[in-house]
Each structure stands twice: as C-alpha cells, then as structure tokens.
C-alpha cells in the first residue's frame, strides 16, 4: 500500500488534550466504519515516524477525519496537536483493517466498549448508522476518566434513538453522577452491556489493558469468544 498526499482542510479542538484533524487526501477510495490509517511525518533532515489513527468520519462524508489524543512525552501525538495547522501536508497510507469494521447491513444488536481514544472507531460506526438510517440497536459504553476528556460530543449529542450511550468515569464524575464509576468490570459491564443471549456484536477498543481486560471479562459473562472483535491502541511501556 503506496502512502498519499493528504492535505490538512481543518483542525479542531476535540476536549483539552485531543484534536480532529480533517485531510483531504489524494484518491482516496472511501472506507468501511472501524477502519483505520497509518499517518506519516517527515522531518527536514529525513527522519521519519508513522503511528496508526482510526478514521473518525463516516464512509458517506467526502473528508477523512482523525481524532488525536495527546500522550504525554510522545513523539508523533504532540506534534499532531500542537503543531499541524490548515495547509499542511502529511502522508497517509490506508484505510486498513478489514475485521474490526461495521457496516448498516449488518444490523444489530451492537454493543461498543471504549476506553478514551478508543471511541475513535467508534464515532464512525455512529456517524454511519445515523447518515444511513440504520434501525440496529446500538449500545456504547465509554469508559473515561473524567467528563471533561469525551471526545466526539458533536456525533454522541445527535445519536438517535436506537442508540443509547453510557458513560462511565474512573477519576471524577458530574455533581450528582448516578451511573457507572471505577474501572469496567464484570460487575459493571453485567449491568451497563447487552447481555450474551442477545447475541450482539461486540466491539472493544482503547489501551492495550483496557481491551483485554474488558474482553476477559466479557467472555467471563458468557459471550462467545468470536463475536467479540477488539481494537488495541498500545500502552505506556
Ligand atoms: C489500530 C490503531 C488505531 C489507533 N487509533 C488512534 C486514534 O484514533 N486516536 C489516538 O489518539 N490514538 C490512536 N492510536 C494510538 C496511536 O497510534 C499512537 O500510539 C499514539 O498517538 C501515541 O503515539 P506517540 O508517538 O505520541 O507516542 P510514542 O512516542 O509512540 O509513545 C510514548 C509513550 O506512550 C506510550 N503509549 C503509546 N501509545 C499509547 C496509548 N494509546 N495509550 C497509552 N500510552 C501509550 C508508549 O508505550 C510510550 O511509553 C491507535 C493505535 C492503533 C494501533
């Protein structure tokens, strides 16, 4: 897969750490909700990096857009944030991933687990359930520290009604916050996920702990191990 041209159209503040860049990039052939891209920088004396984005946008809107989350002493995310302006020209190579993907057609149930960035693939699966006027059901769980981190509020605020969300926060929660606090286990996901006898599909992505902690956990519940498809971003080292 050769990388291509992808112009910066707009970048945009997603909360305090995280940023959405929107590319224009050259002969792209669309993508399939789930997706993701590998980005690469150049630097002026020929160093490059590449690290992998999920495709935030939908496969019917015309730009690609990617949500970055800032990691601390990174070598690619700061520069993504801080640095990258409307003009610039990156290099991308993608879509790819063919397993992790959801398409209306397939209907429902689907159940989405997110660890913070993890939404990313997420708010794509949405975006595209809602632009085709899919009737599944959908469920989202995200996970995240504090309610100020959400990502993606513009597609989460315009869900319909055959999607319901859920947040839960492990560090601090709104004044009043009656759902799901602490760290996702089987306790919670029992409670706050579709149960195995709905036979949905599951979609798990963020920290590489974060997934498989939820996917064990899941298969604890009695979910089939094959149904349950995961997304891993890495971890700190
Ligand atoms: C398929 C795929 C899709 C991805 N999609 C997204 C996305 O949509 N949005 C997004 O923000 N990121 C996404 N990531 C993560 C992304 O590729 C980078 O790993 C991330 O931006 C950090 O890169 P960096 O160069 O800033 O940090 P690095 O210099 O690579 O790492 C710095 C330190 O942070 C740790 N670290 C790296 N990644 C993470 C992480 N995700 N969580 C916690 N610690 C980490 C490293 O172990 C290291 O200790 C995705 C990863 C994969 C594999």
Not at 34 to 53: F, I, K, N, P
Not at 104 to 114: E, H, K, N, S
Not at 133 to 146: H, I
Not at 189 to 203: D, K, R, Y
Request: aromatic fraction near 6%.
């Amino acid at each position: 897969m050769s990388w291509a041209r992808a112009v910066v159209r707009a970048t945009c503040p997603e909360s305090a750490g995280a940023v959405r860049l929107v590319l224009e990039v050259d002969g792209w052939s669309g993508h399939v909700a789930g997706q993701h891209v590998d980005l690469r920088l150049t630097a002026e004396d020929g160093y490059t990096a590449w690290r992998s984005y999920s495709i935030a946008s939908a496969p019917q809107q015309p730009l690609v857009s990617l949500v970055v989350q800032g990691v601390d002493g990174g070598e690619v995310s700061p520069y993504l944030i801080s640095d990258v302006q409307e003009g610039d020209v990156l290099e991308l190579r993608g879509p790819i991933g063919g397993h992790f993907v959801w398409r209306a057609a397939l209907g429902g149930p689907v159940q989405l687990i997110a660890g913070g960035s993890g939404v990313v693939p997420f708010l794509s699966m949405l975006e595209h359930h809602r632009l085709a006027g899919s009737d599944a059901e959908v469920r989202l769980l995200y996970a995240l520290r504090n309610p100020q981190d959400v990502l993606g509020t513009g597609v989460l605020g315009q869900v319909g009604p055959r999607v319901q969300v859920t947040y839960a926060y492990s560090r601090s929660a709104p004044p009043g916050w009656q759902g799901p606090t602490g760290r996702l286990d089987a306790g919670v996901l029992a409670e706050h996920v579709c149960g195995p006898a709905a036979a949905p599909q599951t979609f798990v992505c963020g920290p590489t702990g974060f997934v498989e902690a939820v996917a064990g956990a899941l298969v604890q519940l009695g979910h089939v191990p094959t149904s349950i498809k995961t997304e891993r971003y890495g971890d700190a080292a």
